[in-house]
């Protein structure tokens, strides 16, 4: 894994250039500047991550919830004093936390269409223990519910779509970026995709060949991404048709390096990321909700069950 953005190899002296960079995006976040904005200035000034590749508002993000940055570690879900020198001080850490879980700003873990990551009994009801069903209805937001007596749950559950795929997105991007979780995860994909992964992928890519253009209509992607995306797509079109020739599956998930993956993840069909969370997570029990906390989710809802490495 790469060094974390603002420290040197050692992991705890800090390099005063990107430490630099780190208090200018808490600036530009804190002051109510955007995330893609951000991004893009700085690789338009040609400041790369410390793995040396361009920003994303993923990896953004990463760089500044990772409490390293203010001298301390994340020890079972608590912060405890690190060997760690601090880049930031905790108001401005805690200001930047609240942001980054505020639901409406995470753009990047969006539900796309009506593909949910977590359909097919990934998500269960802490009540009665039956599949969570994804459901839209009218105006109100994505909801991941119980169904109802007659259809055989308990109709007792509900959670916000995109508060609850956040939090596996932001635990699965964690794993795919530890090496040993990483080859297990291979091989669970190629058993996953055989044999008629290649032509699955083909839709894959042609729907993610729509999806471009809809985020480009958008607004979510500027031209020259969309160009540079649907030239990549069109590529991968053909090298898959050769390897489906060979019969040969490949997964096209980078080497284990946490920028990589997290770039990797952005650019898959959903389809496909869901394939990686089922991967990973056997699935995640949702318990009801004993008091509404202040914005988002109280984390303790969530009770884990991952497939083991
Ligand atoms: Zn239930």
Redesign the pocket.
């Known amino acids: 894994m790469s060094r974390p953005y603002g420290y040197a190899d050692n992991r705890t002296d800090i390099v005063e250039q990107e430490a630099a960079v780190i208090r200018r995006m808490a600036e530009h976040l804190t002051t109510g500047g955007h995330l893609r904005a951000l991004a893009t200035q700085l690789n338009d000034e040609h400041i790369p991550t410390a793995s040396n590749s361009s920003w994303h508002p993923i990896t953004i993000k990463r760089a500044l919830t990772n409490p390293r940055i203010i001298g301390m570690a994340d020890q079972d879900g608590e912060l405890v004093p690190s060997a760690t020198k601090p880049i930031l001080d905790r108001d401005t850490y805690d200001k930047l936390v609240a942001l980054f879980t505020d639901p409406a700003r995470s753009k990047f873990t969006r539900t796309n269409g009506r593909v949910h990551l977590l359909s097919g009994g990934i998500a269960r009801?802490g009540?009665?223990?039956?599949q969570l069903y994804a459901n839209v209805s009218g105006d109100r937001p994505d909801q991941y519910r119980?169904s109802k007596r007659a259809q055989g749950?308990?109709?007792?559950?509900g959670i916000k779509a995109a508060d609850l795929e956040a939090e596996v997105v932001e635990r699965v991007l964690a794993r795919l970026s530890d090496a040993v979780m990483r080859r297990e995860l291979t091989k669970a994909m190629n058993e996953l995709h055989a044999p008629n992964a290649a032509e699955k992928e083909l839709g894959e890519l042609e729907s993610r060949l729509v999806a471009l253009g809809e985020d480009y209509a958008d607004g979510i992607i500027e031209r020259a991404t969309l160009k540079a995306s649907t030239e990549r797509i069109r590529q991968r079109i053909e090298n898959v048709k050769l390897q489906a020739a060979r019969r040969e599956v490949l997964t096209d998930i980078p080497e284990p390096s946490a920028e990589q993956v997290v770039q990797w993840w952005e650019q898959a069909s959903k389809r496909r990321q869901r394939d990686v969370v089922a991967a990973l997570l056997d699935h995640v029990t949702v318990m009801p909700s004993q008091k509404r906390p202040l914005r988002g989710l109280n984390p303790d809802r969530l009770r884990w069950e991952w497939k083991s490495a």
Not at 153 to 157: D, Q, S, V
Request: charged share 10%; glycine share 28%; with cysteine.
């Open positions: 009801c009540m009665c223990g039956s119980c749950g308990c109709g007792r559950i």
